[in-house]
Nanobody, 125 residues
Framework: QVQLVESGGGLVQAGGSLRLSCAASGRTFGAYAMGWFRQTPGKERNVVAATNWNGRRTYYADSVKGRFTISRDNTKNTLYLQMNSLQPEDTAVYYC??????????????????WGQGTQVTVSS
């Protein structure tokens, strides 16, 4: 089973940028779709961005389109999320996840097989 570890979260002022990384262990990293999700207290976890197995197809939530970019480097077993023009409403715990069943991201699918422990992103106004 793939193990995922996120890094790169922190405190940033509105308008600033952060880059999240998700390092994975396991031989199947490059075989499946991956995604970034976020969750705030009392709310469900929602997809922010996702990519297919080779990074050539991407999906973004409407709230982050044009500001966030998801990418992956299968040679380094790492998933990235570049976040620009951050706003206070982007404050959340961000999780990376790998879909252990599908190579392409299925919009609406949240039943990913493996999850990281999460990294906090806080955007101050």
């Amino acid at each position: 089973q793939v193990q995922l570890v996120e890094s790169g979260g922190g405190l940033v002022q509105a308008g600033g940028s952060l880059r999240l990384s998700c390092a994975a262990s396991g031989r199947t990293f490059g075989a499946y779709a991956m995604g970034w999700f976020r969750q705030t207290p009392g709310k469900e976890r929602n997809v922010v961005a996702a990519t297919n197995w080779n990074g050539r197809r991407t999906y973004y939530a409407d709230s982050v389109k044009g500001r966030f970019t998801i990418s992956r480097d299968n040679t380094k077993n790492t998933l990235y999320l570049q976040m620009n023009s951050l706003q206070p409403e982007d404050t959340a715990v961000y999780y990376c996840a790998i879909d252990n069943q599908y190579r392409d991201y299925m919009p609406g699918r949240t039943d990913f097989g493996s999850w990281g422990q999460g990294t906090q992103v806080t955007v101050s106004s």
